[in-house]
Structure formats: C-alpha cells, structure tokens
C-alpha cells in the first residue's frame, strides 16, 4: 500500500479501519512507558512522572490510557529517578517495572528494556510526561504502524508553538515516510521552519527495534542516547519509518515545566466540567472550578463558581454547592444544599440536608436526611439523625446524635481525655442548651433537655432536665453603689 500523509480524524470518530482481514495469529503487542527521567526543568524535588494534573500522577493518567490498548500484564513502567517512590505510586494498576538505574537518555531507558519486551512482535513507546493521549489514539497509532508495516510509527502533532520539541522531517510533505527526527537543538535553519513535532510516542516493530538499537550513539548535546535518533538509523537500514499526525495537538503535548502542567491540568478539567454539563449539570465559571476525573455528580444540580470537588466524590441530583466549598471523597444525595465555603472529607450526607456556611464535616461524618449543619460546627465520626439541626458555632466528635435533635449554639462534645477517646450519646428529641459541654462518655436520655451553658458529666435521663452550672447570685443595688462611689472620687 502507498505511503499517504493521514491525519487522525477528530474526538468520537471510529479507528481509521484497514480493510485488509486481520491475521490469524494477532502480534502480541506490549507497552513501554517511559518514566525514569528527574524532570530537571521543574525545579521539583518530586520526580516528574508523580507530579498530578486532574488529582492523578501524570504516569498514572499514561497507564489508564495503555490499559485501554493491552493487558496491565504487558505494560511495563521504566522507572529510574526516585525509583521505588514512583513504583509505589503506580503499582496499584498492575503493571510491571524496568529499571533504569542512570538515565542516560530515552534509547538507553528503551535499551533496558529489551528483556522484558523480547517476546512480542510490536512495542509502543509512550512518554511518562505526556498525559493526555487517549486510548482511541494509541490504538490508531497501533493500527496506522500495522497496516503500513513500518518498522517505526512517530505520532506527531503540530501545535501553536513548537519549540522545546523534536521534528519530524518527512521525505515529502505529502507522505507519511519520514528520514529522520531532530531534537530542537540540533535544528538546521531550514528544518527550523518545520512545525510538526515528535510527541514522544512511537510504534516499533521489535525485531527491527531490537537489531538496531545499540547504533545509537551519544554524539548530540546532551551527551545521551536519544531514542529518536532510531528513525535515520532504521531508514539507513532501508527500514520503513512512518509519521501519523494526531487529530489534537493538546493530545500530545508533553508537561516539561510546571507552567505547561497546570495548563494541561486546566484543559483536563474543563474537559471533565464539560461532560458534566452535557449530562445535565450546571457549572457556572467552570474555569474556576476543580473538579477530579472520578468525581460523578447527578443532573439538575447546580454548582458555583470556585467550588473544588475532588477524589471519588458522589453527588446526586438537585444539589447546589455553592462557592468556596472543598469537598473531597465524599458521598451526598439528592436535594443536599451545601452553602458557601464548607469542607468535607470522607463524610456522607443524606437527601435535603442543609450543610453550611463555613461547616468542617471530617471523616465518618453522616448526616441524617433533612439535618441542618450551620455556621462554624465541626463534625468528625459523627452520626447526626434523620431532621436534627446544630446550626452554630460547635464541635460533635465520636457522637451518636438520634432523630429530632436540637443542639444549641456554642455546643462541645469533650470527646478526648487526652488518651483516649470516648463516645457522646443523645437519643431523639434531645434539647441541648447553648454552651453546653459534654464529657463522654455520657449519654443524654430520649427527650430530655439541657439547661444552656451546663457542663454534663454523668448520664441524663430521659425526659428530664439536666443542669450542670453554678446557681445564679444576684447582689441588688450593686452596679449602682459602685458607680455613685467612682463619681465620689473612691475607689
Ligand atoms: C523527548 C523527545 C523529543 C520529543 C519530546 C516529546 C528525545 C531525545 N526527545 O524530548 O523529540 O519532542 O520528548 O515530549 O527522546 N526518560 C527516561 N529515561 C531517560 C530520559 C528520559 O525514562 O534516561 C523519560 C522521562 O521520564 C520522560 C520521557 O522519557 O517521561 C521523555 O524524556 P524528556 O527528557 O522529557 O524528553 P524531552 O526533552 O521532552
Ligand atoms: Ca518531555
């Protein structure tokens, strides 16, 4: 078949099929990601590959899409740079591992891993820092390199500004064969004009691969074994070497410095805010909101702007989150008003709970349905029941707090002894007084009452009324006498 020049068509549109039949015996295919490298251009004491765009490592983002293509058992992590910190992160994704103990340059990070990839017929190199590539595009790279029988596919792209990038030069503008890749600083004035870059993700045939690679020298200005310098190798070798050009170029854009990962950052989330409103939610400034890739929110439910929403965060339908909240991995229903600038952890909150403003819901937070949470109240480990309000200014740690509660402002559980901790019960219809202090372990009987500003420290039972401060002494005339005393000149 002709080499032709092909473009990928755009986002949603099927794999550009071959219609030649597919072989008997399908090529084992296996994946390479490239993430031993520090990132010396970040400045980071963090290696590269760890850094988070969209709440997630970049090399994370780079094994979900390889996932996609092959199985995580023929996918293999170079790892090199704060090795084991890197394979830590990652390993929870099953893939396998290489190490590269110097990182002397990307052919030498493909060059050590020649054992583990002996055994298949094609390997696709990805780059650890270039996170936004899509399955759909691996796979039409795979099938682009396979039709063409190339020993080398480069995805490329031609984005706005191309500098920092290796080119690609191809043999004529209108074909896909390519003569060879040039790093930035090796460019020569012409070559310079050329602004389809090399994204740093290839398809190789390994026997090609694997018979040429130790040609690659270190004559450049890094003094490193750079894996592009395989496409003039293998077109020397007569060897087929082929360019496919990506539909997007943010696609493959890769995150060198940390101004170009917050931009790729910024583009995933606005991505993530747009599937979100095309199934029904309302984001309004949706470039001031955060919102995780794993987040689910349901329709009709209306979000402000400067809202983050992060971690596996759910939400149902018919909520408003209003500005400033901060609510990471946890779980709301239907109907739930957050008001401005609440923070939620690993709390749950139940259908027409009002939450806010300013409320702390900390971990194993459960709020009961219709509850109100207001202004200034801290829950942690914390059941409160079904319609049961603390409005103002609070702390309910290790609480089991029943239905049709009211507990009033300024209320303190004292859960910690300094030791341990201990557990606050208050069965249904309790009324706790304003300024109340609790020492738990102590439970307030069903429908009793708490006289404000009383310190409980034995059990109440129910129904009655507890009191636990000092009776009130009244001394009459005394304001009085003190003032006409001052006016006299005493003291
Ligand atoms: C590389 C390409 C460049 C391309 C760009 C696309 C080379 C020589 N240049 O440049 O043509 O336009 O990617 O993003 O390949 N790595 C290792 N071991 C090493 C060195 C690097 O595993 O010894 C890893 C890095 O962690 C990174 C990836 O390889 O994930 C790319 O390395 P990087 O140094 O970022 O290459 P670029 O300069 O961006
Ligand atoms: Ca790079």
Not at 98 to 111: D, F, P
Not at 131 to 150: G, N, S, V
Not at 158 to 184: C, F, H, L, M, N
Not at 323 to 345: Q, R
């Amino acid at each position: 078949m002709p080499s032709e020049k092909k473009t990928i068509p755009k986002r949603t549109a099927e794999a550009s099929g071959s219609t030649e039949p597919r072989p008997a015996n399908p090529p084992r295919l296996a994946i390479a990601i490239m993430a031993a490298g520090k990132g010396t251009r970040l400045k980071s004491k963090r290696p590269k590959v760890l850094h988070e765009i969209g709440g997630k490592p970049l090399l994370e983002h780079v094994i979900r899409a390889a996932i996609h293509v092959v199985p995580a058992s023929n996918i293999f992590a170079i790892i090199g740079h704060e090795a084991e910190k890197v394979r830590g992160a990652v390993q929870h994704t099953g893939v396998g591992f290489v190490l590269q103990a110097e990182q002397r340059g990307t052919g030498h990070a493909v060059m050590c891993a020649r054992d583990v990839l002996r055994d298949f017929d094609h390997v696709l190199v990805l780059s650890g820092d270039v996170p936004l590539i899509r399955p759909e595009t691996i796979r039409q790279l795979l099938e682009f390199h396979l039709q063409q029988k190339a020993s080398m596919t480069i995805l490329t792209a031609t984005p706005e500004d191309p500098s920092g990038y290796g080119r690609v030069i191809r043999k004529s503008s209108k074909g896909a064969d390519v003569t060879a890749i040039v790093e930035q600083k090796a460019l020569s004035k012409s070559q310079a004009k050329t602004r389809e870059i090399n994204s740093g993700i290839y398809a190789f045939a390994t026997r090609d691969l694997w018979q040429h690679i130790d040609r690659i020298t270190t004559n450049n200005a890094h003094g490193e074994f750079y894996l592009t310098d395989m496409a003039s190798l293998l077109v020397k070798a007569k060897k087929k070497v082929v360019a496919l050009a990506a539909a997007e170029a943010i696609e493959v854009l890769g995150a060198n410095t940390l101004a170009e990962m917050v931009m790729l950052d910024s583009s995933m989330r606005l991505q993530k805010c747009a599937e979100l409103m095309s199934a029904g939610v309302t984001i309004f400034r949706p470039e001031t909101c955060v919102i995780d890739a794993e987040v689910q929110i349901g329709p009709d439910t209306v979000i402000d702007p400067f809202v983050q929403i992060l971690g596996k965060t759910r939400i149902g339908e018919d909520c408003r989150i209003r500005s400033f909240s901060v609510i990471k991995d946890s779980e709301i229903s239907d109907g739930v008003m957050i008001k401005p600038g609440c923070i939620f952890d690993e709390a749950k909150v139940s259908r027409g709970a009002i939450i806010g403003p300013y409320s702390h819901l900390r971990p194993g937070s459960d709020i009961g349905e219709n509850a109100h949470v207001g202004n200034f109240v801290e829950t942690k480990k914390t059941r409160l029941g079904k319609g049961s309000k603390a409005n103002h200014l609070t702390y309910l740690g290790d609480a089991e707090i029943g239905e049709g509660v009211n507990v009033g402002a300024g209320t303190i559980t004292c859960n910690y002894d300094g030791v341990n901790k201990h557990l606050t019960r208050i069965e249904d219809g309790v009324f706790v007084g304003s300024d109340s202090t609790l020492v738990a372990p102590v439970t307030l009987g069903k429908g009793s009452y708490v006289a404000a500003a009383s310190c409980i420290t034995d059990d109440v039972p129910a129904d009655s009324l507890a009191l636990g401060r000092s009776k009130q002494v009244v001394k009459d005339g005394w304001a009085k006498a003190k003032r006409e005393a001052r006016a006299a000149g005493k003291k």
